[in-house]
């Protein structure tokens, strides 16, 4: 079956420190991989994503790599700002068509000024 | 600003009270998703919409009843609500094109913050 593992949180760190957050994954055949944000107060937004094995998906300074080997998708940034401060999921989407999501339990980060 | 959009809010209803969520989508995505999330945890999938077809159904209680109208929009009728039943709900849609399905995010809306009393 899919299933998803967070490491778990929460992560506090210091403005301008690198960050990173661990994801693996379980999978029947291939899947696409996903980080979502989700902001206080807010839905939630997708941050980067990635379709096949080796593939880098970046924004805002995010990066995650899908490593087929090592079944991972770890999120890093080497530089985290106070406004990052978010609740981050990692999740994966098989190739049904009903492609459901699975997420994993959702890692809190905090930023200190 | 997020491409969905979720209305009301915020909800505040008695166990007796009927209710609507309300969840609408300009992108042209033909697949639909109502999600419940409890504080710290991550979505729970409730029902999928495909074609305006309803395709998943979680085992959810009768007193939620959702409902499709046209390809833009998705209702989620509340009835006799329980305590436990206070959480957010999340609408999401996405693409739907056969062989690439896996490849295409959902994009959710800001959510309705329900509460019952």
């Known amino acids: 079956g899919n299933s998803v593992t967070q490491m778990e949180g929460p992560v506090t760190l210091s403005e301008e420190a690198f960050l990173t957050i661990n994801c693996t994954y379980t999978a029947t055949g291939y899947p696409s991989l996903f980080w979502y944000v989700q902001y206080p107060g807010e839905g939630l937004q997708l941050l980067l994503k990635?379709?096949?094995?080796?593939d880098k998906g970046s924004n805002k300074g995010f990066e995650a790599t899908y490593r087929k080997e090592t079944t991972s998708f770890h999120l890093e940034k080497g530089s985290v700002q106070v406004s990052d401060s978010a609740v981050y999921f990692c999740a994966l989407r098989g190739g049904s068509t009903l492609g459901r999501l699975y997420f994993g339990r959702g890692t809190q980060l905090t930023v200190w000024p | 600003d997020t491409e969905v959009t979720q209305t009301p809010k915020h909800l505040v209803m008695g166990m007796t009270n009927k209710k609507s969520l309300k969840c609408e989508q300009h992108m042209g995505h033909r697949a639909m998703y109502w999600y419940k999330q409890k504080a710290k945890k991550p979505p729970e999938l409730m029902f999928v919409?495909?074609?305006?077809?309803?395709?998943i159904n979680e085992s959810v209680p009768s007193r939620f009843s959702p409902e499709c109208p046209n390809s833009s929009l998705l209702n989620l009728h509340l009835h006799a609500l329980q305590p436990e039943d206070s959480a957010l709900y999340l609408c999401?849609?996405?693409?739907?094109?056969?062989?690439?399905?896996?490849?295409?995010?959902?994009?959710f809306g800001d959510g309705t913050r329900l509460s019952i009393l």
């Open positions: 999401a849609s996405s693409q739907e094109s056969t062989g690439r399905v896996r490849n295409q995010p959902q994009h």
């Open positions: 919409y495909s074609y305006e077809k309803l395709s």
């Open positions: 990635a379709t096949k094995a080796d």
